[in-house]
């Protein structure tokens, strides 16, 4: 009887743990991933995972209205659980915001390892305990009326919305709110092999592993934060020109010539022809990555 009760007590508690908004946002993202490979997609507890861990998805048509000029809200960095507050300053197409004071200017340093970048990251940005899905960069720009010691403004992202000067959305923006959604896999899951290989190189110039995981092979996933510290000495890789698309897609592998630009610290900028292999998956009908030729760069 008193084992049932302490079962019955611990059921209790994690529920109640599962449900606390301090808990919930103190998961780190590395912890998830750990558990995703090994955890079937509709299990019980990845639903319970998904639910509390990642935000909701609001266009920014109807985040807007929330986010009134001079409005105050807190920003959660997904991969490491580190907050910090902000001021919406203006925009009209996306968020330009401000760290509210010298320390959350320190906060937001840490977490792009104390060197300002213009990589997207996925965030939460909770307004009124609403824990919504949205990407940032880290580079200062612009104007900044704060007395915050950060030399100008940042940019925030939510679901449709677009580069001021462009008026266009910005893909790696939305790639990174889709990951603060938990929708990411969902959409990667209906990519072909050209977008496939886009989401590597952006996985690559971002230095993000989540995102070049869910493009490689199972041959390759569990090296790819080596990959990453690889590309990470030889600097950013880009697409050099357009891939040469085919009418019709094989059934089973593609064979994709990709002419990439790069830098090598020793010997500056430099360009290889390289071909990405990709081969669709018999079981989950994915596109996935297998190029170990790509991997070798010098």
């Not at 079962?7 to 599962?18: A, N, T, Y």
């Not at 509390?52 to 048509?61: A, D, N, T």
């Not at 009134?68 to 920003?75: D, I, N, W």
């Not at 001021?164 to 889709?178: F, G």
Request: with cysteine.
């Amino acid at each position: 009887m008193k084992k049932q009760k302490n079962i019955v007590i611990s059921i209790v508690l994690s529920i109640f743990v599962l449900n606390s908004p301090l808990a919930v946002h103190a998961f780190e993202s590395q912890e998830v991933d750990k558990m995703q490979p090994s955890m079937l997609p509709h299990s019980p507890f990845a639903y319970i995972i998904r639910e509390h861990y990642y935000g909701e998805m609001l266009s920014w048509k109807d985040v807007r209205p929330l986010l009134p000029r001079k409005a105050k809200f807190q920003v959660i960095d997904l991969e490491t659980g580190i907050s910090f507050q902000v001021q919406k300053r203006a925009g009209n197409q996306h968020a330009d915001v401000q760290p509210l004071t010298r320390n959350d200017t320190q906060i937001m340093k840490e977490i792009y390892e104390d060197k300002w970048s213009w990589k997207r990251r996925a965030i939460l940005v909770n307004i009124d305990d609403r824990f919504i899905a949205a990407s940032m960069h880290g580079m200062p720009h612009g104007g900044g009326a704060l007395s915050n010691g950060f030399p100008g403004h940042f940019c925030i992202h939510f679901a449709g919305s677009m580069t001021h000067r462009t008026k266009n959305t910005d893909p790696t923006h939305q790639l990174m709110v889709l990951k603060a959604a938990g929708k990411l896999e969902e959409y990667r899951d209906q990519m072909d092999p050209y977008e496939v290989a886009d989401l590597f190189l952006t996985a690559i110039n971002q230095s993000d592993l989540y995102l070049l995981q869910i493009t490689l092979a199972q041959p390759y996933r569990e090296h790819a934060a080596t990959i990453l510290e690889r590309f990470n000495q030889i600097g950013v890789a880009a697409k050099d020109s357009p891939y040469k698309k085919i009418d019709q897609l094989p059934v089973i592998a593609l064979e994709l010539p990709v002419e990439l630009q790069y830098h090598d610290p020793r010997q500056g900028k430099k360009r290889k022809s390289v071909t990405l292999t990709l081969i669709r998956d018999g079981l989950t009908n994915r596109w996935e990555i297998y190029s170990k030729e790509f991997f070798d760069l010098k």
